[in-house]
T-cell receptor
């Protein structure tokens, strides 16, 4: 089946620094990738949708300058949390969809900002 | 806006029992429903799906039931095992969109 790899699985960074999270579709071309944020014991909140080669579409309330998304190829999308603060600590999950593949989630990244 | 929600936030069962996790949805245009399992610290995994033209679908130890009249979806897990302990999300899609809308989630705890 379709596999989506997300890296790193855990990251701790200092407040004010930036963190990049990678999402890769390993065995299919992902025309669209999605980024979610999940708070403890809560559901997934869609942050943005990105199509390869174009700008991401952000959900209402999500700061595009804060959460930079790049989808430069059909197998890679990155989420960069810029100038991270403790309130950005969360579980970030990507998912990918391709023409012949349904919706597959990555394994998630636990971000802790100290 | 319309949403997908779950009745019970936590369900505790004994190993070997059958588990039923419920989900209510409000979007009458929803035509595709999915159940996901999310283990602690991991991304959601697809379990089973059902289209709105069906009312029941079975997988390995899992069954999804859809009642469109009352907009209710359930996931039944037979002979629940400790490895089934996780958070289960229902999700719905409508209008050809492949972006699912997720419900709140139910935490299933299986006691050995």
């Amino acid at each position: 089946g379709a596999v989506v790899s997300q890296h790193p699985s855990r990251v701790i960074c200092k407040s004010g620094t930036s963190v990049k999270i990678e999402c890769r579709s390993l065995d299919f071309q992902a025309t669209t990738m999605f980024w979610y944020r999940q708070f403890p014991k809560k559901s997934l909140m869609l942050m943005a949708t990105s199509n390869e080669g174009s700008k991401a579409t952000y959900e209402q309330g999500v700061e595009k300058d804060k959460f930079l998304i790049n989808h430069a190829s059909l197998t890679l999308s990155t989420l960069t949390v810029t100038s991270a603060h403790p309130e950005d600590s969360s579980f970030y999950i990507c998912s990918a969809a391709g023409t012949d593949h349904g919706y597959t989630f990555g394994s998630g990244t636990r971000l802790t900002v100290v | 806006g319309e949403s997908v929600g779950l009745h019970l936030p936590t369900l505790s069962v004994q190993e070997g029992d059958n588990s039923i996790i419920n989900c209510a949805y409000s979007n009458s245009a929803s035509d595709y429903f999915i159940w996901y399992k999310q283990e602690s610290g991991k991304g959601p995994q697809f379990i089973i799906d059902i289209r709105s033209n069906m009312d029941k679908r079975q997988g390995q130890r899992v069954t999804v039931l859809l009642n469109k009249t009352v907009k209710h979806l359930s996931l039944q897990i037979a002979a629940t095992q400790p490895g089934d302990s996780a958070v289960y999300f229902c999700a719905e899609r409508s209008g050809g969109s492949y972006i699912p809308t997720f419900g709140r989630g139910t935490s299933l705890i299986v006691h050995p």
